[in-house]
């Protein structure tokens, strides 16, 4: 288990009557414990019911593939089945009660709203319940009346988590205290006749039969602090094993469902095995989704494995229903509201009767809560999206691909904004999706809270969720843009620009979102106006967060700062590591990862941190790359030292969340190039990883960090392979400088810190040991001599792509981001 019980237990372990189906649960410290739990079930089971248990079914688990255990089994003539390997069904009732167990104190402490740590009282309160509840395996009767021979007595079963009064007793309060004291009821005493109460400030558990339950009054108020684990926590036994028997003072933590073993567990608890929990705000608390055995990480309750995943505003609610009782209920109204509206008002469809053999594709509302630059709410928005997962190709719709600017140029083209002090300017296209004219017949329901009688919607324009939406609308903004002067790039479509003698403006369009970069302002307020003339457009002003990237400005300085400030605190509170010790690189020097070897990993949210990490690693952290490529790597099999890798990553970006991506006015056009290698630096396969970096105006406008395709024989020809990745991003780049008509006279300078391959690329002449390169790399020679690129040697300690090929010291690191244009922007100092 992740989390420990308020008692400080890790594990629970099941023992299930086959004749009655009486569940009796346990929970340990350690499984050091399994062998006394057994003990004290086997003595009471045979004392309760003057009967000997002949046989025992467990796992091959060694917990109980032991001498002493087998031993103790021999001593009382008991027979030991066990399932064979990777065969759970032959324990399924064992297996199966497991489950049910986890389920069901899932639901309780969601309902509750409980903290983990109580996990074990909601197991236990959980197995009680079952044991007195009708069981259609035995004809509808309960394991309690099978087990003693009597009806169980039903009138003290009350809603796991109520608050309730509990009267303190006289020899506890002076004259003047209050006779009772609010607790919440965490479950039932085996052996006395009363309840087990939690005490709100202290979470200390409590006994008594004096109390006044307030069932329609639950935990709503969070009066419970997050749990610290309090060694000195006053816990009576919990076991919901046979009636009136006691069990072993122990309790236990959130058990993730594995479902070829009768108990569960997790690692030690320490900083570096920690595994975050989603909270319980995240979840409706209708629904809760069971974790996948799939190895690729955990299904969380509420998320779909993602690769490449910004974090979700938890704020945000699931369903119409959901945001019409929260506390925003009137916002998300009225954003419901004006969505509406902006569909009618764009005749967007039209109500009609569904023809035969016609399907009408079902809608949904989606809520986004929208912030600012510094993260304050700014607005509530709902949006109506079709379910275009339903959609059938050829029928409703054809082709769908739609382009997105991409990160580089956005860099390079605010980097040319601090070069020639341009303006940056941003708009929004309101429902911009539903401006693009469709070319299939599509019909939809109609939308929750707007029906009108039983009609359906034949479609006129484009609707969001539309597989062909973002095509639509871009195509439809790709003639406008085109028809009002602009020229469209042939090396990034979604930019577009008019430069006349000293006059220039470029606009960089990604879905609805459009950044405009001039430095002229009648220039600017005509396309503006423009483009307001034929869409709905809200024009944000000078451009402050743009694709989740904030935007900070000193003219006076000639400086313009990238940084995800928002986005990281999010990815730490998200994986619980807001108060992580910060540490000064993200990846240890000459550390070493290998495969997993078939660890179980179902709670590790790796795919999910992994996602997370890329997206800020891809935007404006160039100093995470390598360590990010490294450990997505082994996303598909993820073991405890990628985790301590992840977590690593996330200690360093606490420490520098505040650090910014700086670009400062320079009078050169000039892009500087830096490309490295570390040869056959991958134990599995012994490839090596390439790395390179571009500077212009004194940041980062383009990087990578890779695992190269083949297996280079030497270091130089590891780094002829870099250099080659090198130049095709320096000739994209030097293509858009031509096109702008801004590029420099001079071959693009890349630096290499191997003389050996920077030789290779400069000359054609034959060589032995280079003999067997692939012929695609030697396009360096034929750019080179085409005075495209130019490659010159760097010295190693200078080398600033270093930091994408490997783990380094903090100073060479700190040189590194420093070069890159990575400065601290008042943050932690490291």
Partial sequence: ??????????????????????????????????????????????????????????????????????????????????????????????????????????????????????WAEATATAAYIINRSPTTSINKRTPYELWTGKLPDLSNIKIFGSEVMMQVPKEKRKKWDPKSQRMIFVGYCDNTKGYRLAEPKTNRIMKSRDVEFLENVKNNNNIYLPCEISSSTDISPLASSPPAAAAPETETKDPDINESSEEYATDTDNDEDYIPQ???????????????????????????????????????????????????????KNAMDEEFQSLIRNNTWILTDLPPGKKALPCKWIFKTKTDETGAVNRHKARLVIKGYTQRKGVDYNEIYSPVVRYTSVRYLIALAARYNLDIDQMDAITAFLQGDLE???????????????????????????????????????????????????????????????????????????????????????????????????????????????????????KIMLDQRNYITEILDRFSMTESKPMKTPIEVNAKFEKGENEDNENIPYRQAIGCLLYLAQATRPDIGFSVNKLSTYVSNPGRQHWIGVKRVMRYIQGTKDYKLTFMKDDSNEIKGYCDSDWASSPEDRRSCTGYIFLFQNGAIAWNSCKQPTVALSTAEAEYMAMAAAAQEALWLRQLQIEFGLKEDCPLPIYCDNQSAIRLAMNDCYKPRTKHIDIRYHFLRDNVNSKFINFMYSKGSEMVADILTKGTTYEKHLFCINKMGLHSGGGVKL
């Fill in 440 to 558: 299939n017949e599509i019909y939809m329901t109609q939308p929750e809270l707007y029906e009108e009688g039983t009609k359906v919607c034949l479609l006129q324009k484009s609707i969001y969720g539309l597989k062909q939406a973002s095509r639509q609308w871009n195509l439809k903004l790709d003639g406008v843009l085109q028809k009002i002067g602009l020229t469209r790039s042939k090396i990034d479509p979604c930019i577009y620009y008019c430069i006349k003698q000293s006059t220039m403006i470029f606009v960089a369009v990604w879905v609805d979102d459009l950044i405009i970069f001039t430095n002229s302002n009648k220039l600017k307020s005509d396309i503006k106006e423009k483009l307001k003339k034929e869409f709905y457009m809200k024009d944000l002003g000078e451009a402050k967060q743009f694709i989740g990237i904030n935007i900070s400005r000193n003219r006076k300085e000639g």
């Fill in 1 to 118: 288990m992740e989390t420990q019980s308020l008692g400080g237990m890790r594990y629970f372990i099941t023992f299930v009557d086959d004749y009655s189906r009486l569940v009796s649960v346990y929970f340990l410290k350690d499984k050091l414990n399994i062998l006394n739990a057994f003990k004290d079930f086997h003595k009471k089971a045979e004392n309760e019911c003057n009967k000997k248990i002949k046989i025992i079914r467990t796992d091959n688990g060694l917990e109980y593939c032991n001498k002493d255990f087998e031993y103790y089994l021999s001593q009382y003539g008991i027979k030991h089945q066990t399932s064979t390997p990777y065969t759970p069904q032959q324990n399924g009732l064992a297996e199966r009660m497991n489950r049910t167990l986890v389920e069901r104190a899932k639901c309780m402490l969601l309902d509750a709203k409980l903290p983990k740590p109580f």
């Fill in 278 to 332: 989603k909270s319980t705000k995240d979840i409706p608390e209708s629904t809760i989704t069971l974790r996948s055995r799939n190895k690729l990480g955990v299904t969380d309750e509420g998320s779909k494995p993602s690769y490449f995943c910004p974090v979700k505003n938890p704020r945000d609610p699931d369903s119409v229903k959901e945001a019409l009782s929260s506390d925003n209920a009137e916002n998300w």
